[in-house]
């Protein structure tokens, strides 16, 4: 089910950010602004004591990069706003032989229990950083599926 969140995942915020490259590997400098989809830890909570059925909640992890201040903010608050306003599906997906993703049935919709978000600083100067290592920033989102495994 991971690989049904990340890729459902990509392809929402591909279908609604405009201009933006999202995807799993670190962005090169001509891809910016970019939005870097990480998958954080799972936890699994039983439905019933003894029960051998639960739910599961996943972290998410989003990096922003982007080539100057305004558009990290521009950006944050442009995923911040989707995330808390829309039902994001979750997808049944495959990867043909060209890693191309193959969109499924829907299986049901992201929860968000939480966001977070803070700048990523490396502790340089800016001058000193790669551009791509000068206007980070991370989002943490806690999302539940609300089905039953």
Same mark, same amino acid.
Do not use: W
């Given at each position: 089910?991971?690989?049904? $969140?990340?890729?459902?995942?990509?392809?929402?915020?591909?279908?609604?950010?405009?201009?933006? %490259?999202?995807?799993?590997? %670190?962005?090169?400098?001509?891809?910016?602004?970019?939005?870097?989809?990480? #998958?954080?830890?799972?936890?699994?909570?039983?439905?019933?004591?003894?029960?051998?059925?639960?739910?599961?909640?996943? +972290?998410?992890?989003? &990096?922003?990069?982007?080539?100057?201040?305004? #558009?990290?903010?521009?950006?944050?608050?442009?995923?911040? %706003?989707?995330?808390?306003?829309?039902?994001?599906?979750?997808?049944?997906? !495959?990867?043909?032989?060209?890693?191309?993703?193959? $969109?499924?049935?829907?299986?049901?919709?992201?929860?968000? !229990?939480?966001? %977070?978000?803070?700048?990523?600083?490396?502790?340089?100067?800016? +001058?000193?950083?790669?551009?791509?290592?000068?206007?980070?920033?991370?989002?943490?989102?806690?999302?539940?599926?609300?089905?039953? &495994?």
């Amino acid at each position: 089910m991971t690989k049904d $969140i990340i890729l459902s995942l990509i392809y929402f915020l591909e279908s609604n950010l405009s201009n933006v %490259t999202v995807g799993r590997q %670190t962005p090169e400098e001509k891809q910016l602004p970019a939005v870097i989809i990480r #998958e954080g830890d799972s936890s699994y909570k039983y439905i019933e004591i003894g029960g051998k059925s639960f739910t599961r909640a996943m +972290s998410i992890h989003l &990096e922003i990069f982007a080539r100057n201040d305004l #558009e990290r903010f521009n950006l944050k608050d442009q995923l911040i %706003t989707l995330l808390k306003k829309s039902d994001i599906p979750l997808y049944k997906c !495959e990867l043909d032989s060209q890693s191309n993703v193959i $969109i499924g049935d829907l299986i049901c919709y992201f929860n968000v !229990e939480y966001i %977070t978000d803070y700048r990523v600083m490396l502790g340089e100067d800016l +001058s000193n950083l790669d551009l791509i290592d000068r206007y980070r920033h991370l989002i943490t989102v806690k999302f539940n599926f609300g089905k039953i &495994e």
